[in-house]
């Protein structure tokens, strides 16, 4: 069996929860009181290109919140929209015993920029992940295949020696068609058996 060297990780829904799932944008078009059928029909036009880095986030609220005079800032509503974000209670100790074990750690996630910057900072991903793979930079998203090309080309890794941690089923389908090997995360626990059966975790283990 080869050797895993590389991880990469999905962010929202295993490390962290979702960052602008659907339920957290009903929750915040609730908030502030606005129209949740309008909102979804612009949201669904122009989620792409914010998740890609076609547009910012100024643009993404102007063209879904803003496209008329609002009794509340931008800043209010985007502070609403980071208000969503918590930590999935025990991934983070898993992520910590990876890095103790010298694989090289990469996050691979569909998010827009300054949400997913919010998340680094604010749970300290810095520290742990060398590499940020997103599509908001990449210009690609999960589960379209030449994201997961440009993960083995960035990281300059062979699929064979890599694995992927996702939630969602078919973002690893998709990764396996490029011969991308997954583990679907469904809690913590799960996942550290996962990876202690591919041989990851030893020194945490034997701690
Ligand atoms: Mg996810």
């Given at each position: 069996?080869?050797?895993?060297t590389?991880?990469?990780f999905?962010?929202?829904?295993?490390?962290?929860?979702?960052?602008?799932?659907?339920?957290?944008?009903?929750?915040?078009?609730?908030?502030?009181?606005?129209?949740?059928?309008?909102?979804?029909?612009r949201?669904?036009?122009?989620?792409?290109?914010?998740?890609?880095?076609?547009?910012?986030?100024?643009?993404?609220?102007?063209?879904?919140?803003?496209?008329?005079?609002?009794?509340?800032?931008?800043?209010?509503?985007?502070?609403?929209?980071?208000?969503?974000?918590?930590?999935?209670?025990?991934?983070?100790?898993?992520?910590?015993?990876?890095?103790?074990?010298?694989?090289?750690?990469?996050?691979?996630?569909?998010e827009?920029?300054?949400?997913?910057?919010?998340?680094?900072?604010?749970?300290?991903?810095?520290?742990?992940?060398?590499?940020?793979?997103?599509?908001?930079?990449?210009?690609?998203?999960?589960?379209?295949?030449?994201?997961?090309?440009?993960?083995?080309?960035?990281?300059?890794?062979?699929?064979?020696?890599?694995?992927?941690?996702?939630?969602?089923?078919?973002?690893?389908?998709?990764?396996?068609?490029?011969?991308?090997?997954?583990?679907?995360?469904?809690?913590?626990?799960?996942?550290?058996?996962?990876?202690?059966?591919?041989?990851?975790?030893s020194?945490?283990?034997?701690?």
């Amino acid at each position: 069996m080869t050797q895993i060297t590389t991880i990469f990780f999905d962010i929202g829904g295993v490390i962290l929860t979702n960052g602008w799932d659907r339920r957290s944008r009903r929750a915040t078009i609730e908030r502030f009181e606005l129209d949740w059928e309008e909102f979804t029909d612009r949201h669904d036009f122009v989620a792409h290109d914010f998740e890609t880095g076609r547009i910012d986030l100024t643009e993404y609220l102007r063209r879904t919140v803003f496209y008329r005079p609002r009794p509340f800032t931008q800043d209010a509503f985007f502070e609403a929209m980071k208000a969503h974000s918590a930590a999935i209670e025990g991934s983070l100790d898993i992520v910590s015993d990876l890095v103790a074990d010298g694989v090289l750690l990469a996050t691979l996630n569909n998010e827009s920029r300054e949400l997913n910057e919010h998340r680094i900072d604010s749970f300290g991903l810095r520290r742990l992940f060398r590499i940020f793979l997103r599509s908001c930079y990449l210009g690609v998203k999960k589960p379209e295949a030449p994201i997961y090309r440009l993960a083995f080309h960035i990281t300059q890794r062979r699929p064979e020696e890599c694995l992927f941690v996702d939630d969602r089923s078919l973002n690893l389908e998709c990764a396996l068609d490029e011969g991308l090997a997954g583990i679907r995360f469904d809690s913590p626990a799960g996942l550290r058996a996962a990876l202690a059966e591919r041989g990851l975790l030893s020194r945490s283990q034997q701690a």
